[in-house]
């Protein structure tokens, strides 16, 4: 009885494998916009919509994640999942920091098995072609604003923004209510903001993409918004990494930290004490695949220590790839199975991360691990999308 019930739990975990394939490979891509609720994943004890052969020997080498530190807790979640289901498997300390820093790093150590970054253009640039040829765009979340409450300028802005949420987009009184908004975090000289690097986290040139888009929505001048803030130091307080900010706030240091996604907002207000998030109009705030080409109306510039770079204001998407010299390669196609099977889609929506399905592979589809490539599909089937990836010409 014991093997009778062994087997069909296998054949339902294939047929339900081979179904998700088949389905992808008929279905355009989309990003997935429901609702989910679900609990923290632990104590997995069946396997959970993988591929992966049970009986095949896993390398003893450490697996070892490098990620975007926003990704902190939606991945966090799936590696507790994965040690559940493969208690053999030696689960190293995963890092967590700027999605850059990140990067330069498994480039310098060659110590990850997965990498994972906030933006598009980082896993190209710092490790394209020497140490990986390809990444997986798997989900996307959108820029949102920190508000301590404990301060009259947090009050205000999160009263605003509930009355923005009653008004018709884009009318006058939403309008001008974003003004009034916009003008209490940039230009009121009694408010500070928190911001991240833009050479060491995708966050930190994103929350400038998002303060320059509102300038140009409400204000009709791109660099109105930026300038206030980016033009006087002591109008912001900068870290290397959007989740180092929260320990300002709550020392209050900053009244509202620009460098947020949804997918870190979520978890730290939930933690820290009268701290809330507001959302952003779709129009600004990065997180809407259907406003490529009005992000794409601005751009920033950063210069730090002599260096100066620009950096295109794409959506906010997650990639992932595995490293050639990746410790353990097998374990990196169990983790990457786990995110796209339904417990793991699941925790990414929980964590303020829309799936992208299937997932889009920019750089050498062919390097993609046969056992993900039902659950991925290359660039050049969806062109619509070239633009937010780098320019491959």
Not at 158 to 168: D, E, G, K, T
Not at 317 to 330: G, L, R, W
Request: aromatic share 12%; net charge negative; glycine share 6%.
């Amino acid at each position: 009885m014991a093997s009778t019930t062994v087997w069909l739990v296998i054949g339902l975990i294939v047929g339900l494998v081979v179904g998700i394939a088949i389905g992808y490979a008929v279905m355009p891509p989309k990003v997935v916009t429901k609702t989910v609720t679900v609990t923290k994943y632990v104590n997995v004890t069946t396997p959970v919509t993988t591929t992966a052969n049970t009986t095949t020997t896993v390398s003893t080498a450490p697996f070892a994640v490098g990620a975007a530190g926003t990704l902190k807790f939606a991945f966090g979640d799936i590696l507790n999942v994965m040690q559940s289901m493969y208690p053999t498997i030696t689960i190293a300390p995963a890092m967590f920091k700027g999605s850059g820093e990140v990067a330069h790093t498994e480039a310098t150590t060659q110590q990850f098995s997965v990498v994972a970054s906030a933006d598009t253009t980082t896993i190209p640039s710092v490790l394209f072609p020497n140490y990986t040829n390809y990444e997986i765009a798997f989900g996307i979340t959108q820029m949102v604003i920190i508000v301590d409450l404990n301060t009259t300028a947090g009050q205000e802005v999160y009263q605003l923004w509930q009355q923005a949420q009653s008004y018709p987009p884009m009318s006058a009184q939403y309008n001008e209510t974003w003004q009034e908004i916009w003008q209490i975090i940039a230009l009121n000289s009694s408010t500070v903001v928190g911001v991240s690097n833009p050479f060491t986290d995708p966050s930190g040139y994103q929350a400038q993409c998002v303060v320059k888009l509102a300038g140009l929505t409400f204000f009709n001048n791109a660099s109105y918004l930026y300038n206030a803030i980016y033009g006087n130091p002591s109008k912001y307080m900068m870290r290397n990494t959007e989740i180092d900010l929260l320990t300002l706030m709550t020392s209050g240091q900053v009244d509202f930290i620009l460098s947020a996604y949804e997918s870190n907002a979520i978890p730290q207000t939930q933690t820290y004490h009268n701290t809330v998030f507001i959302t952003l109009p779709p129009f600004i705030n990065l997180g809407n695949l259907s406003y490529v080409n009005y992000y794409h109306q601005v751009n920033v510039t950063w210069t730090e220590n002599g260096v100066t770079k620009t950096f295109a204001c794409n959506p906010v998407v997650y990639t992932i790839t595995v490293p050639f010299q990746a410790p353990n390669k097998q374990a990196a196609e169990y983790f990457l199975l786990l995110l796209y099977s339904p417990i793991g889609q699941k925790i990414l929506e929980e964590n303020g991360i829309v799936p992208i399905i299937p997932g889009i592979v920019y750089g050498n589809y062919s390097a993609v691990p046969n056992a993900i490539k039902p659950f991925v599909a290359p660039l050049s089937q969806y062109p619509q999308y070239a633009s937010i990836f780098p320019s491959q010409g």
